[in-house]
């Protein structure tokens, strides 16, 4: 398992020339430093160029999404990043408390996707999907729905499992982009419950493994691209390092606050990290975090549910869903979300 070990971890950098060169990483960042600095005193190094900017390619900010019945943390798309490898959507769904009866109002109607994955996993409270291939899941805390929507689905998710009783409800919806040779692919759902992705613990951390491939662990979910995504939370104190085998990689503090590169960070902010870094990440508090990236798979378009590598494929799908050429889940199909004027 990839965990931060302290006898490898990235290096203290006082000076260049007496900088302590722990891993090939560390040892490429400080010849980038030396040819930047060519000529520069190196005792304004460190001034200069902190561990931070090291570390980090950039920090975003959540912003506050109204989705009807309540507000969301939406951290991806970014104006200035629109993506982590080939995740294009990430919204945090709380945490809050639901008061009963939980109004249907609150549900979310049935609505269209093309050209994605939806990726929900819950940290408390339950929610039942249905769609149009005929599906009724609930899903529970440390489960996942894993959607795909290809040439063109519909879904609902609503709190019946909630409603009468009311209660606290924490969570993230995520979408992951699919390469171009598969969006178009057959719509699919598959769950997976919480004992079925696998689970790995060590000094002062335990995590799970929603999806792709990390620390040697493979999860179940079927992906189309080299990806990771895990869920781990972590006792003050306790470090852990990124996978270093994809490009793009980021970590949410969903709860608590963490150092990275000396810098600290508090809950609700995205980590995205630089290419070439070596990052650990450190619980300065009981700590939950959400690492995820993978491979880059190129620009694309995005416009309210709908995601494609082609201007053109958006605009069919918003002709399809206003012509209700794209059917209403079996189970769920006396009213939807019609198409709006502008993409939220």
């Known amino acids: 398992m990839l965990l931060f070990n302290r006898s490898s971890a990235g290096c203290v950098l006082t000076c260049i020339n007496e900088a302590r060169l722990i ?54 798309p970014h104006a200035k990043r629109r993506m982590v490898g080939p995740f294009i959507f990430f919204d945090r769904m709380g945490p809050q408390a639901l008061q009963a009866p939980i109004p249907r109002h609150a549900d979310v109607r049935p609505h269209p996707h093309i050209g994605l994955s939806t990726v929900t996993y819950l940290f408390q409270g339950r929610l039942t999907h249905r769609d149009s291939l005929g599906v009724e899941q609930v899903i529970t805390p440390g489960a996942l729905n894993w959607m795909t929507a290809g040439s063109g689905i519909s879904h609902s998710e609503r709190f019946d499992d909630m409603r009468a009783q009311g209660g606290d409800f924490d969570g993230i919806q995520a979408w992951v982009a699919v390469p171009r040779e598969h969006e178009e692919d057959a719509p699919a759902f598959d769950h997976y419950a919480a004992d079925e992705l696998p689970a790995f613990t060590d000094k002062g951390l335990a995590g799970r493994l929603i999806a792709g491939k990390a620390f040697g662990l493979t999860s179940p979910a079927k992906v189309h691209s080299p990806l990771f995504y895990l869920d781990v939370q972590l006792q003050p104190g306790a470090r852990l390092a990124l996978p270093g085998a994809y490009p793009e990689r980021a970590a949410y503090v969903a709860a608590g606050s963490i150092e990275a590169g000396g810098q600290a960070y508090a809950a609700g902010r995205m980590l995205v990290f630089a290419q070439d870094a070596a990052p650990v990440l450190e619980a300065l508090a009981p700590t939950r975090v959400m690492l995820l990236g993978g491979e880059p798979l190129g620009p694309r378009h995005i416009w309210w549910n709908f995601v494609s590598s082609r201007k053109e494929r958006i605009e069919q799908a918003k002709a399809d869903w206003r012509a209700g050429r794209i059917a209403l889940p079996t189970l769920d199909s006396a009213e939807f979300i019609p198409l709006p004027d502008t993409a939220a």
């Open 23 to 76: 891993s090939e990483q560390d040892a490429f960042r400080l010849r980038r430093l030396r040819r930047l600095y060519s000529g520069v005193n190196a005792s304004n190094v460190h001034a200069r160029f902190s561990k931070e900017s090291l570390v980090l390619d950039m920090l975003i900010e959540p912003r506050r999404r109204n989705i009807g019945a309540f507000e969301v943390d939406r951290v991806l």
